[in-house]
């Protein structure tokens, strides 16, 4: 079983900054792919970014290309989703995931962590 724990959510003013953190343990095999997701209250699950755990490529959503940044430090087993430039639309709880290949569609991870509350104001 793989656990994943975020952290580093909070609450910012629009134009702010925040970096969430997802520790990693558990896994059996390094070729799965890690990525977050997000979900406002009312609405579905929305992908965020997701990165190749070896290799590290990426693929960002389209509202958030430019402002956020995903990476990986292999070292730690840690994900981390870097958020700049921040909008009230960006408030959500986000979650990190972990599956066997790069997807965008939330059904495609196996593993889920337990959310971090991110709040952004005007």
Known sequence: QVRLVESGGGLVQA???LRLSCAASGRSFS???MG?????PGK???FVAVIRWIGGSTVYADSVKGRFTI?????KNTLYLQMNSLKPEDTAVYYCAAGPRVA???A???YWG???QVTVSS
């Open 36 to 40: 977050w997701f997000r979900q406002a």
């Open 15 to 17: 134009g702010g900054s």
């Open 114 to 116: 337990q959310g971090t």
């Open 71 to 75: 990476s990986r430090d292999n070292t």
């Open 44 to 46: 579905e699950r929305e």
């Open 104 to 106: 965008t569609t939330p």
């Open 31 to 33: 070729s799965y792919a």
């Open 108 to 110: 495609a991870f196996n």
